[in-house]
């Protein structure tokens, strides 16, 4: 790609310079699979509209799993894989175990897909594609197109997980940080964040802001007192030692749609996690929230684009990884890279690493 740039002349480059430039990941694109497996999105498609319709929930499991994917080594499927006897898959990661659901329905999806087109679309389209259509499943038709044509790692580490997620507890700075360091603005982080309008969160997540925050108030004062009183209520105190699998709903208002209620909450201090309440922290950061306060039309759009974005982080494509035939087991007779997933070792693993991608 790089010698590509030389056919240009310079009054080309200063053209081009002037440009947006949409960030699609060197090799993907829309309709990949139309002429090799052209029922696969539809495929997809089925499987997720099948288990939303028996539990509604399942949507906000597949766009964090798609998220929790892309934010670890990638979107290449990795949080797909199963722990084995010598490795802690990222899956059981801190950041991800108990939470992270919908595997199953990325099982089906696949399991119906390689009855079609055996061999042919990687695990970590089949998620793109199933965090897609949990949006406008929730989002009332919010949609877009996904580009396709990843390829599905070979490692997948605990460590990896715990140390590339943002943390509930983190902090604007932090946040900012961590997303720009994924090629992610500060506004897509916002964006992004509004994710939490659907979906439900274990107490472990967010007590910290409910008992014992500081030396001046058992509470944390940023939370809406009436809040914190509810979910002191679902909450007790020793909850994550007696009763860990309690969750609550993120949003009050609408908690299972897809809308800018989120935004709406954290103006009236109904943010769940230290990492909701943080955004209006930063001046920069809640002249986002207010705009997407006033206009829900606004947020769709850009979460649109920003959920686009995110799927094209640090992409495998062409010849590297491999096309996961169970997307939670690396293929046998994979090269290194699979040995280093059963031995749990870091090795040199940048020839899988694939970052070579357009942002603006």
Not at 54 to 65: D, P, Y
Not at 182 to 196: C, I, P, Q, R
Request: net charge neutral; glycine share 8%; with cysteine.
């Amino acid at each position: 790609m790089k010698g590509f740039f030389f056919f240009f002349t310079t009054s080309a480059l200063a053209i081009l310079a002037l440009l947006p430039v949409v960030a699609i990941g060197a090799g993907l694109k829309v309709g990949f699979y139309n002429k090799s497996c052209p029922s696969a999105e539809s495929l997809v498609q089925q499987a997720v509209a099948a288990a939303f319709k028996n539990n509604s929930g399942i949507a906000a499991g597949l766009i964090r799993l798609h998220f929790h994917d892309c934010f670890v080594r990638g979107c290449d499927g990795s949080v797909l894989i199963d722990t084995t006897s010598n490795n802690t898959a990222e899956k059981d990661a801190p950041p991800n175990n108990p939470s992270l659901r919908g595997f199953e329905v990325i099982d089906a999806a696949k399991k119906a897909i390689e009855a079609r087109c055996p061999k042919v679309v990687s695990c970590a389209d089949i998620l793109a594609f199933a965090a897609r259509d949990a949006v406008a499943l929730s989002g009332n038709n919010l949609t877009y197109k996904v580009p396709a044509g990843r390829r599905d790692g070979r490692i997948s580490r605990d460590t990896d997980a715990s140390n590339n997620l943002p943390s509930p507890l983190s902090n604007a700075t932090e946040l900012v940080g961590n997303f720009t360091g994924k090629n992610l603005t500060a506004e897509d982080m916002v964006v992004l964040s509004g994710a939490h309008t659907v979906g439900r969160s274990h107490c472990s997540s967010f007590t910290n802001r409910l008992y014992g925050f500081s030396n001046a108030s058992d509470v944390d004062p940023t939370i809406s007192s009436a809040y914190a009183f509810l979910l002191r209520g679902i909450c007790p105190s020793n909850s994550s030692q007696f009763f860990p699998n309690t969750t609550t709903e993120m949003d009050l208002m609408t908690p299972a749609v897809l809308d800018n209620k989120y935004y709406l909450g954290l103006a009236n201090n109904l943010g769940l996690f230290t990492s909701d309440q943080a955004l209006l922290t930063n001046a920069t950061l809640k002249k986002s929230v207010d705009e997407f306060v006033k206009s829900e039309n606004r947020w769709r759009s850009k979460f649109a684009k920003a959920m686009v974005k995110m799927g094209n982080i640090e992409v495998l494509t062409g010849t590297q990884g491999e096309i996961r035939l169970n997307c939670r087991v690396i293929n046998s007779g994979s090269s290194s890279a699979g040995i280093e997933l059963q031995m749990g070792s870091g090795g040199d693993d940048s020839a899988e690493e694939f970052t070579d991608i357009a942002t603006n």
